[in-house]
């Protein structure tokens, strides 16, 4: 484990919701009808939680390739929009002989707010 912390910077679209939503089955018009969410106290749609997560787990992969993640706890203490620079990060906190444990985090790289932070354990 030479590398402590893995980060990247990715803009979501529209488009990448909706792709998200045929990939997944969610398609919960809070994440793929403008319309509809515009109504809603979002204002916009919102990105689906587990595709945020998906990029999260790529950055484990790069800290600690070929892991198997053992345990994850996240929460969205703020929605995450389409067409917004958001910072990935993924950092290693604690190690035992049979595990990792990491932090995760989303935020917006315009104000700073995090829409997404958590941990996770992966067995090395």
Do not use: W, Y
């Not at 994440?31 to 979002?42: E, G, L, Q, W």
């Not at 600690?64 to 910072?87: C, H, I, K």
């Amino acid at each position: 484990m030479s590398r402590s912390e893995a980060t990247l910077v990715r803009t979501f679209n529209q488009v990448d919701f909706d792709r998200f939503a045929q990939l997944s089955g969610d398609d919960n018009p809070i994440h793929t009808d403008p319309d509809f969410s515009a109504r809603t106290r979002f204002g916009q749609t919102v990105a689906h939680g587990l595709l945020l997560c998906s990029v999260l787990r790529g950055l484990v992969d790069r800290l600690l390739p070929g892991g198997r993640m053992l345990e994850q706890s996240v929460m969205f203490p703020a929605p995450t929009f389409a067409d917004e620079p958001m910072q990935f990060s993924a950092e290693l906190k604690q190690s035992a002989s049979s595990e990792v444990e990491l932090s995760l985090e989303v935020r917006r790289v315009n104000d700073g707010e995090i829409t997404c932070q958590g941990h996770c354990k992966v067995a090395p």
